[in-house]
């Protein structure tokens, strides 16, 4: 798993919430069907506003993991319309593939467009996750921040964590 030690200076550890209140239903679909044997998940912010966010979690499917990027793909292809809930305010987008690098022995990347209000102040955040696999271990990392995600750093993030695989 990624540490504070792999990213950028001022970056700190949160504690992962499990809450699915503001998680889309297509995304909570992703985790639940997936049904790891063991799994981890560390979550970290890189300022005190509490964006940029990486969320990354990890999953053990001995002999399923080819079939989990599938089911990842189906999932998400569907998605369609998707809204984000937390602390009242709520924000709509939309998902689609993205183009990124291929990442360990299999992998997809997605890009997440939200907009809306919070306390009357407009808003935008955009989210990237991308989804690997080395063997039967399956990554799926969440990297959102207002506007555009820097895909750069999205990028180096995603080459330490698949490297941390074995």
Not at 121 to 150: C, E, H, N
């Amino acid at each position: 798993m990624l540490a504070v030690s792999d990213l950028p200076a001022g970056w700190s550890s949160v504690p992962s919430s499990d809450s699915t209140s503001s998680t889309p239903q297509c995304f909570q679909n992703v985790k639940t069907d997936l049904k790891p044997t063991s799994k981890g998940e560390a979550t970290f912010q890189g300022g005190s506003s509490g964006l940029p966010l990486l969320d990354e979690s990890l999953g053990y499917l001995p002999g399923r993991g080819q079939q989990a990027i599938a089911l990842i793909s189906q999932v998400l292809s569907r998605c369609g319309q998707i809204s984000l809930t937390s602390d009242g305010a709520t924000i709509t987008g939309t998902i689609g593939a993205m183009s990124f690098p291929a990442v360990g022995d299999q992998s997809s990347a997605w890009q997440i467009n939200l907009t809306g209000a919070e306390s009357g102040i407009s808003l935008t955040v955009g989210i990237d996750f991308i989804v690997f696999r080395k063997g039967d271990t399956l990554a799926l990392i969440f990297y959102g921040d207002l506007g555009t995600p820097d895909i750069q750093t999205v990028e180096h993030l995603v080459q330490v964590a698949a490297s941390k695989l074995p």
